[in-house]
């Protein structure tokens, strides 16, 4: 099982940028797709972008589509979420996961393993 540690959130001003990263130790991190995902308070986890074993297909929901970028570095063992032109409504606890599969997918029950999430917090 591979162990994912989030870091990089904080409290960041509407139109602001943050970047989250997650290590993971463990098994080999370069053999499975790798997802972000967010959970408000009230609301369920959903995805926020995934990324397949190489790097080299994305996918996000719509509402962060031209503000974020998911990517890994599969050398340093490391997932990041470039976060641009934040808002108010994208304040929640991020979370990153691994699923046993390669190829992307954004269906949160592909997904078996979890960090303890990082909370964002967008307000003035």
């Known amino acids: 099982q591979v162990r994912l540690v989030e870091s990089g959130g904080g409290l960041v001003q509407p139109g602001g940028s943050l970047r989250l990263s997650c290590a993971a130790s463990?098994?080999?991190?370069?053999?499975?797709?790798m997802g972000w995902f967010r959970q408000a308070p009230g609301k369920e986890r959903e995805v926020v972008a995934a990324v397949n074993w190489s790097g080299g297909d994305t996918a996000y929901v719509g509402s962060v589509t031209g503000r974020f970028t998911i990517s890994r570095d599969n050398e340093k063992n490391t997932l990041f979420l470039q976060m641009n032109s934040l808002k108010p409504e994208d304040t929640a606890v991020y979370y990153c996961a691994t699923t046993p599969e390669q190829v992307l997918t954004t269906a949160i029950d592909d997904y078996d393993n979890w960090g303890q999430g990082t909370q964002v917090t967008v307000s003035s």
């Open positions: 463990g098994r080999t991190f370069s053999d499975t797709a």
